[in-house]
């Protein structure tokens, strides 16, 4: 069993006395990169798993992908469901937000002070669906909003008309307001991390390119992140870190993408072990690309036999697959 850092049940600085979060943790130390833990509860006669994961933090994908063969909106009373809420944490900086797109889920570190404890948020998202997807890189939140109104573009107004569906130029703050209570503008045009008045959704890739999340969530969050936070969006279906010895990974299904018009080119990005591949990859190369950054530092080997099933399984659950070795001169691994 992973041994990883627990919820944090009460937080002095971030939450009243009277309130707590799951979806709280606790930074781990150096050498350790996954937070939480899987458990599992029992369905009640009126649950659905869609009821059951946003009660635990969770999205659409997380628990579906978790509990295969569980009917999604009649589990039946007495099921046991798995709570898939354990995570490695994103290659990259850990700081301001991350959003894994492949994981349907964004991370956040709040800046401690010197000698305050750190600590990471994570919620589930929706992003954006095949046509409409939401773009990679790095940006900053450059306006929030409270109750805001939804300018819509005018593709989605096109969009709409044409399937008989019209929408005014612009929706006001309200229940039909899909951008829900609470907006962050980010450095992208745009694009917006918001609120939603669907939470069914959450969890999917459903939007026209902004980043939906819970409306608790989105709440909670919009008045602890400032103004020029950074932003990094990033699509990593593997996920790969270290719990003391041990060598975890964490597997998501690969998003598609619309084929590439000929003519295009491939941006080779800086510190991608597999820069100047195409944009699709199978997805044993994406355990490659970890593998590879996770040991530049710290030499360790994996069994890509177990790999191979995680990638068959992609269930999102943090499996251990390896272990650190003391000399990677002498072993195999590295010859």
Known sequence: MIRAFGIIAALVCLLSAAQARAEIYELP???YDVIGAVSTVVARHEDTLVDIARRHGLGYQDIVRANP????WLPGEGTEVVLPTQYVLPPGPRTGIVLNLAEYRLYYYPEAADGETAYVMTYPISIGRMDWETPLGNTTV?????NPSWYVPQSVLAEHAAEGRPLPRIVPPGPQN???KYAMRLGLPGYLIHGTNRPAGVGMRVTHGCVRMFPEDIEFL?????????????NEPVKMGWVGDELVM????VLESPPEPEESSVEEVSGDPLA???EFRDPL?????????TTAERAGQLDWNLAEELLERSDGIPVTVGEGIKNAATSAAFE
């Open 29 to 31: 130390p150096e050498g």
């Open 69 to 72: 063969g569980v009917n999604i």
């Open 142 to 146: 450059i306006s929030k909003v409270k």
């Open 178 to 180: 899909p951008l829900g």
């Open 222 to 234: 919009f008045g602890k992140i400032d103004l020029q936070t950074p932003v990094r969006i990033i």
């Open 250 to 253: 964490e597997v998501h299904p």
């Open 276 to 278: 100047g591949l195409p």
């Open 285 to 293: 190369s994406y355990v490659t690309a970890q593998f590879i950054a």
